[in-house]
């Protein structure tokens, strides 16, 4: 890992420590969630936002500012809103995805839940997606959110990372690894 993404993950950990623990302290991990979802859905659909987030051109006034009039436009909770605030403040912004990945974690772990990043050749239906959660609770322990994505490069299969655990089942891994024999033969 690189040594700013080390720090960017590290300054993000510790926000995501305090904020975790103040709402679990108020009872508002609930709204932390919703708050957490509608900051991944600003930074996955807003270049501006991230823009404003990781632009050394705006001061630390103008980012609070802004920083403010959207959290207040998101309706996020009053304790999302200060961080934010606190984080412009201290010109932290530029964490902000990182601080909403560990937030996650920190409520997945609460709950005794687990995220398993799938990558499949092609959409999985409603169904896959609830045998294989299904499946890999079995095998994990604890109830599994599913993060899927395609990647058409597979060809066939999927590729299942949980945790420090990676299964490569595409048909693409199969074919480089035939290759690879292949050429130790010849």
């Known amino acids: 890992m690189s040594e700013p993404a080390s720090i960017s993950t590290?300054?993000?950990?510790?926000?995501?420590?305090?904020?975790?623990?103040?709402?679990?302290?108020?009872?508002?991990?609930?709204?932390?969630?919703?708050?957490?979802?509608?900051?991944?859905?600003?930074?996955a659909g807003s270049a501006d936002f991230n823009a404003l987030i990781?632009?050394?051109?705006?001061?630390?006034?103008?980012?609070?500012?802004?920083?403010?009039?959207?959290?207040?436009?998101?309706?996020?909770?009053?304790?999302?809103?200060?961080?934010?605030s606190l984080m412009a403040g201290k010109r932290r912004?530029?964490?902000?995805?990182?601080?909403?990945?560990?937030?996650?974690?920190?409520i997945a772990e609460d709950k005794g839940e687990v995220t398993a990043d799938v990558v499949s050749a092609k959409p999985l239906t409603k169904a896959q997606l609830t045998k294989l959660a299904k499946s890999l609770k079995a095998s994990v322990?604890?109830?599994?959110?599913?993060?899927?994505?395609?990647?058409?490069?597979?060809?066939?299969?999927?590729?299942?990372?949980?945790?420090?655990?990676?299964i490569d089942t595409s048909i693409r891994s199969r074919l480089n690894s035939l290759q690879n024999a292949m050429k130790e033969v010849g």
């Open 10 to 43: 590290g300054i993000a950990a510790r926000y995501a420590t305090a904020v975790f623990e103040l709402a679990k302290e108020s009872k508002n991990v609930k709204a932390l969630e919703g708050d957490i979802a509608a900051l991944e859905e600003a930074l």
């Open 54 to 84: 990781s632009s050394p051109i705006y001061t630390r006034d103008q980012q609070a500012a802004a920083v403010t009039a959207i959290a207040n436009k998101m309706g996020l909770s009053e304790l999302m809103s200060n961080t934010l």
């Open 93 to 106: 912004l530029f964490v902000l995805p990182q601080l909403v990945r560990a937030l996650r974690a920190a």
């Open 141 to 166: 322990g604890k109830d599994v959110n599913i993060n899927a994505t395609v990647d058409e490069a597979l060809i066939g299969g999927l590729v299942v990372k949980v945790g420090s655990k990676m």
